[in-house]
């Protein structure tokens, strides 16, 4: 688990993440290069009037043409060839300093990528660390990203030439970097409803709230943020254990849901976050008062089941729980002047009790 740093998830992350053994196959998409027509060397680049216009061919020779020839050969589908004509300009030169080096990594990474993505993300990750400025920098933050969304989706990395090692943690930690190197951006946004969708479907409900809380927080004007609500909810509503457990969740949920519902009325309502479901877990959180109440009478401290009792009348009256506890308490004599009011409304809602309707079926599931 990333729980940690998750929960760091701000909008001022870090540049520079550690080292990373890592690994999936990226599209190759060359963002903001002159696209290469058919077979020919012939480049384009923008006019800046959006339109198109012969790019300058490199004189033969020169450091340009070389990456010119390894493009080609990568656009023509001859990744091996693209490799080692790259590899064998940018071995004496992997020190190097200038604009030309980043872009020799930069092909020999999505050369490598197409056989074996995991070993392209160590010259993904040298343009990251050591080319910060550089226009390839948000490329390869790009490329890793869709290497942790493959990952995510179930992608073995290879080894020994064939895919059968798993490679869930490497894209966590892939998607949790996207978001500290380009937070507030469109990459940073995919990342981490990415990983909240990730822990989701894997049932992994603690992280997958954090995940969605830290994304309402940091892309507030996100086309997603409804959802991410939507699913923290949920969330929220299957850590719930039993009348045994902590209510934590629950008191957390319904907060959440009262804001939803001010927020998104008619998806509330499409979705169950309605009232019904509070009611549930107003009776829930009672349930588990009346729980302790009865532990606290096993062991032998009436003093504390008294007080658990006399919070159930008090915070849920209108429970079923509360007619029995109304009871326990007259029982005893711990009502020394029973209330009207509450002793109507807990006998009433006892008799509703039989009558109770389901509430919605995911957030009904979640309370069981």
Avoid at 235 to 253: A, E, H, I, N, W
Avoid at 316 to 321: C, M
């Amino acid at each position: 688990m990333l729980l940690f740093a998750l929960a760091g998830l701000s909008v001022g992350g870090c540049a520079n993440a550690p080292t990373l053994n890592a690994g999936a196959t990226p599209s190759i998409a060359r963002t903001g290069e002159a696209p290469i027509v058919g077979a020919a060397s012939t480049t384009y680049k923008a006019d800046g009037q959006g339109g198109w216009v012969p790019d300058a061919a490199p004189a033969e020779g020169t450091d340009e043409a070389v990456l010119a020839t390894a493009r080609r050969e990568l656009a023509e589908d001859r990744p091996s060839a693209a490799y080692r004509t790259i590899n064998a300009w940018l071995k004496p030169r992997e020190r190097a300093v200038g604009p030309l080096v980043p872009q020799a990594y930069l092909i020999r990474a999505d050369a490598t990528a197409v056989n074996d993505e995991y070993e392209a993300l160590y010259d993904y990750e040298t343009i990251i660390k050591s080319f910060p400025g550089s226009p390839e920098y948000v490329t390869a933050v790009e490329r890793e990203l869709e290497i942790g969304v493959r990952y995510l989706n179930g992608l073995y990395r290879k080894q020994l030439g064939l895919r059968w090692i798993g490679a869930e943690s490497v894209g966590e930690e892939l998607l949790v970097r996207v978001h500290e190197r380009m937070p507030g951006s469109q990459l940073g946004e995919r990342a981490v409803i990415e990983l909240g969708d990730y822990y989701y479907r894997e049932l992994d409900l603690e992280s997958a709230a954090v995940v969605y809380k830290a994304f309402a927080a940091n892309y507030p004007r996100s086309a997603y943020v409804m959802r991410a609500k939507q699913r923290q909810i949920f969330s929220s509503l299957g850590q719930f254990k039993g009348p045994r457990y902590d209510t934590t969740s629950l008191l957390d949920s319904g907060v959440l849901i009262r804001r939803f519902q001010n927020e998104y009325p008619a998806q509330a309502q499409a979705v169950g976050l309605d009232d019904a479901l509070l009611t549930r877990i107003d009776d829930s959180r009672a349930s588990q008062l009346l729980e302790t109440a009865n532990w606290y009478m096993g062991r032998g401290d009436p003093v504390s089941a008294r007080v658990a009792l006399r919070r159930l009348l008090r915070n849920h009256p209108q429970t079923s729980s509360a007619g029995t506890a109304y009871e326990m308490l007259k029982s005893r004599g711990w009502l020394e002047e029973p209330p009207a009011a509450s002793r109507g409304s807990a006998s009433a809602s006892a008799e509703a009790s039989g009558s109770a309707t389901e509430g919605p079926s995911g957030g009904a599931e979640a309370l069981k």
